[in-house]
């Protein structure tokens, strides 16, 4: 009988359970959220910082905020897709949601070469707001920063009184007047929904990457300092997809490392095909020693986006006991993408008017 | 016959030229703008940086941009409305003129002692509408930053990407986040009047005191990085009224140094009996060596303010000479202050609900 294998209980896990040491975070246990959501079963949202008040309201069918975002800095890939699944299951569980394309932040925040100037940001922010759209995000859950109401630019602008100099460069090491800014407007962004005016204060939750904590402690402790009676906000950690070629990010800015969702068909099959695997040497040593899924890029796409649980599982299983080749494993993921993507790039281009709308205001 | 006496060309006005040339400001020369204005003729309105495009705008009768404003963090006094009457000779001049109200600048850059949440910047911004409209600034003339357009909050936070931790720190001493917050409001007011959406590029003029020329560096040289094809704006300075008591500065914060704009008249008689005079020990020694207008705070209002310049002339000439003494000259200085600024406060109650709808947008 072959050995017991937990799929979810890899190695790279237990990194992140010495990074959550080290930031002093708390993994979610299970069940937790009154929801067996794979993101949560798969430990993909793995760790937390304040969540009881949330899981509370959850239980307790009381109504909680949740506000995640995504900077416009560039076309969406999969890794985003990952903030929209967690988006999208934190609605389902109740929350009054709101998803913000960040284009200032996007500007200030980046290199020129990156993003030039509020032009590009408000393009690419067009573009992501009809994917998310495209996603099943309601029109009216989508705001973009620079078409924001007067109180929400008060308050980042307030957040900035409430750090100092000395308490910033000691976080970030660095005072660069742009990136302040685009962290006054995330303080504003994660607090603002708790103004009286919008759904005054009440638990609210952002998940994270765990190598922003830091700008969630500081949100926190500014939380406490402005006059409007905050509720501290929690957040929650997930896990980074990686990029498709060996100890490299996922990341816009090098073309091959990253599935993109306007990606085509060849694209993605050129991309699963070259991307780094975990297969053997040889067919017959693969045969006999097994696949290593831990480190395989196709498998980690199904494992991180895949929403058949039992296919992932058995897939694990196959890949590692050597029943099921690098080959039949990349086919899985490109026709799993291929027909995702498609569907997907279809409802995209059906939401582009309403998309510009919502980045340059209604004319 | 009597030495021939240059009331404007006093001791002061020497000091301020050491200044000038320090900091490369030019002089503003006779009839440059095309106007005798009082504010001219007695140098108080003094110098400038670039107003050449400005003079060349009133020459040709084309229009021009003027921006000036006042940061909300204590009552009005007489130093400001110095500001209010610049503001005014430049719109009689012909220019597109904006009067800001900084709130959140003022809440940001003020320790907490002095102004100590938005709610109280958002109060004094209301009263300060009020004095601005009934000294005849009209009400589509004024805005509060507080509740200004997303297009201008944008355009503050691009100009914090157009300069580094280090220009910063070399002109200001510190980047601290609030103080570098109201700066990038600053620079937006300054500029936004320039956007396609407002008036579009075309010369402007703010009116400051001479030791906030770095802000108006640091202003120009943003003006030129930001892709609006923004013309650099032009700057004038104009001399600080001083406290009422000697070496002092006027202050909202030493409440016997600073007219108030809503003094009662028995505050006016105390305030003025009490400043610092250019009188002699006695009677006698002012009749034979004159007094000394030149530091005596009475004469000084006169000369700031009051609209009669022969009045202000004569005044001098006759203190000057020992004929008039500190107590006929502290008289007349009163009797001026409370005629005026009873007539002002009854219109300013005429203003409070107009004021409020500015300060606190609409219902």
Redesign the interface.
């Known amino acids: 009988m072959q050995k017991q294998i937990d799929p979810w209980g890899s190695d790279e896990i237990k990194i992140d359970e010495k990074l959550l040491k080290e930031f002093g975070l708390k993994e979610i246990p299970e069940n937790y959220l009154n929801t067996d959501h794979y993101l949560l079963k798969r430990k993909i949202l793995l760790a937390h910082r304040d969540l009881d008040k949330i899981a509370q309201r959850i239980k307790n069918k009381q109504p909680f905020i949740q506000l995640t975002g995504i900077a416009s800095s560039g076309p969406l890939h999969l890794g985003h897709k990952l903030d929209i699944d967690i988006f999208l299951m934190f609605r389902e569980l109740g929350a009054i949601s709101r998803f913000v394309i960040s284009d200032?932040d996007a500007?200030?925040s980046r290199p020129d070469d990156k993003v030039p100037?509020?032009?590009e940001a408000k393009k690419y922010a067009a573009d992501i707001v009809a994917h998310l759209l495209a996603f099943g995000v309601k029109k009216e859950e989508i705001y973009v920063q620079?078409?924001?109401?007067?109180?929400y630019?008060?308050l980042a602008?307030?957040a900035?009184?409430k750090?100092?100099?000395n308490a910033?460069r000691a976080t970030y090491g660095?005072?660069?007047?742009?990136k302040?800014?685009a962290n006054?407007?995330q303080y504003a962004d994660i607090l603002h929904l708790q103004l009286k005016e919008n759904f005054g204060p009440m638990p609210s939750i952002t998940c994270i990457g765990v190598e922003q904590d830091p700008h969630a402690r500081i949100c926190r402790d500014i939380s406490r300092r402005l006059?409007y009676g905050f509720v501290q906000p929690s957040f929650a950690f997930f896990v980074h997809q990686t990029g498709l070629q060996k100890d490299m990010k996922m990341s816009a800015s090098i073309k091959d490392s990253a599935i993109f969702l306007n990606d085509n068909p060849s694209d993605i099959k050129r991309k699963i095909n070259r991307a780094f695997s975990g297969g053997r040497e040889t067919i017959e040593e693969h045969k006999k020693l097994g696949g290593i899924p831990e480190v395989d890029k196709a498998y980690e796409i199904l494992q991180l986006h895949h929403p058949d649980t039992k296919l992932v599982q058995e897939t694990y299983t196959r890949y590692k006991s050597g029943e099921m080749s690098t080959g039949e494993l990349k086919k899985i993921c490109i026709e799993f993408l291929t027909e995702t993507l498609s569907k997907h790039q279809v409802k995209v281009e059906s939401f582009r008017e309403i998309a510009n709308e919502i980045a340059y205001?209604k004319k």
């Open positions: 200032i500007f200030v100037s509020m032009k620079s078409q924001q109401k007067p109180s630019f008060q602008f307030e900035s009184k750090i100092t100099e910033f660095h005072v660069n007047p742009g302040l800014s006054i407007l006059p205001g």
